[in-house]
Nanobody, 128 residues
Framework: QVQLVESGGGLVQAGGSLRLSCAASGRTFSSYSMGWFRQAPGKEREIVAAIQWGGRITYYADSVKGRVTISRDNAKNTVYLQMNSLKPEATAVYYC?????????????????????WGQGTQVTVSS
C-alpha cells in the first residue's frame, strides 16, 4: 500500500510559479513511476506529467511543455512538479499518483487508469 500526500498548492498570479510536492510512504517508491494529474471544475482529470521510477525519463502533456518540470528524489520518497509562467487555465486540483506496477514505464500512453494510488489533491488557483 502506498500513501501519497501532496502539498505546495495555493493562489498565485498569472505568470507566477509554484512547486508542488508529493510525499510517498513505503519502501517501494523508487520502483514506481509517478504522475501528476489535474482536474479543473467540470472537466475530466488529465495527466500533466509523469516520471519513470529512476527519474531518467519524463513525459509532459503538450499543454504544459516548456513550463512544467517533474522531478523526484527517491531518497526522500518525494516527487515534485515545478510550474512556471502559470496561466489562469492551470487552475485545478492537482493530484499525485503512483503506477504500482514496479519498474514499468508507459510514457506518452499513460492515462488515469494506469495509476493505482492517488493523493488527496492540492488546489492550485491562478488569478488573472
Amino acid at each position: 500500500q502506498v500513501q501519497l500526500v501532496e502539498s505546495g498548492g495555493g493562489l498565485v498570479q498569472a505568470g507566477g510559479s509554484l512547486r508542488l510536492s508529493c510525499a510517498a510512504s513505503g519502501r517501494t517508491f523508487s520502483s514506481y513511476s509517478m504522475g501528476w494529474f489535474r482536474q479543473a471544475p467540470g472537466k475530466e482529470r488529465e495527466i500533466v506529467a509523469a516520471i519513470q521510477w529512476g527519474g531518467r525519463i519524463t513525459y509532459y502533456a503538450d499543454s504544459v511543455k516548456g513550463r512544467v518540470t517533474i522531478s523526484r528524489d527517491n531518497a526522500k520518497n518525494t516527487v515534485y512538479l515545478q510550474m512556471n509562467s502559470l496561466k489562469p487555465e492551470a487552475t485545478a486540483v492537482y493530484y499525485c499518483a503512483a503506477d504500482a506496477r514496479i519498474y514499468t514505464w508507459r510514457g506518452n500512453t499513460y492515462s488515469r487508469r494506469d495509476f493505482n494510488y492517488w493523493g488527496q489533491g492540492t488546489q492550485v488557483t491562478v488569478s488573472s
